[in-house]
């Protein structure tokens, strides 16, 4: 990861800009551990994404994002020191998967989003069951997060952000078991993938 110190003087400017362009507040951050392995897995409606569920977390976190977005002007480097790592879409990425391993073993933070991509209609998109297979692989909690406003305020359809409140929720933590028959993993995984893509919903829906 880049050096903390340029993670912590980033993190002071965007979240005091965030305070005041989006008046962004935040619900639930006591969920995020201090310390140790987690996988925070937010909906996915922005390129701010990222910026917008990092802002409130004190401990630094690392996260995929889609490899073209690193090599975009100014926005590409902040990304990269908030600890982003590049992630192909168009292919599978080994290389990305063994440092989400890595990582979370050494008892690091990483945020996901299990929808692979951003939402193109404001509708949280089906949750892939990667993000619990890394969670049994690496017996990291899971914290739910749910990004309100993301999508009113800079969706894939807008070249600049707009001024719309924003809120995130951080829900308590998932801790996932194995599973007891490893002969309907491949159900169990996508049964808690389904469970997490319902409690992040729960706070879209609430929120209109």
């Not at 995929?64 to 590409?76: A, E, I, R, V, Y």
């Not at 990304?79 to 690091?108: C, N, Q, T, W």
């Not at 309100?148 to 801790?175: D, E, N, T």
């Amino acid at each position: 990861m880049q050096k903390l110190w340029i993670f912590k003087l980033t993190r002071i400017l965007v979240y005091a800009l965030f305070r005041l362009y989006f008046r962004i507040e935040f619900e639930g951050v006591e969920n995020i551990p201090a310390q140790g392995p987690v996988i925070v897995a937010p909906n996915h409606a922005s390129y701010l994404d990222p910026f917008w569920v990092s802002a409130a977390i004190k401990r630094p976190m690392r996260y995929m994002t889609w490899d073209k977005m690193t090599n975009l002007p100014l926005l590409g480097r902040l990304i990269m020191a908030y600890g982003a790592f590049p992630v192909s879409l168009e292919k599978g990425d080994r290389a990305a998967l063994r440092l989400s391993l890595d990582h979370l073993k050494s008892g690091g933070g990483l945020v996901i989003f299990p929808e692979g991509g951003r939402t193109l209609n404001g509708k949280i998109k089906s949750f892939k069951p990667g993000v619990v297979r890394l969670a049994l692989d690496t017996d990291a909690p899971i914290v739910p997060a749910t990004i309100i406003g993301a999508y009113k305020s800079y969706s894939p359809h807008y070249l600049f952000p707009r001024p719309f409140k924003i809120k995130v929720v951080y829900h308590p933590l998932i801790k996932l078991s194995q599973p007891e028959d490893r002969a309907h993993e491949k159900k169990y995984l996508h049964d808690q993938a389904e469970r997490l893509q319902a409690v992040v919903s729960s706070r879209l829906d609430k929120s209109g």
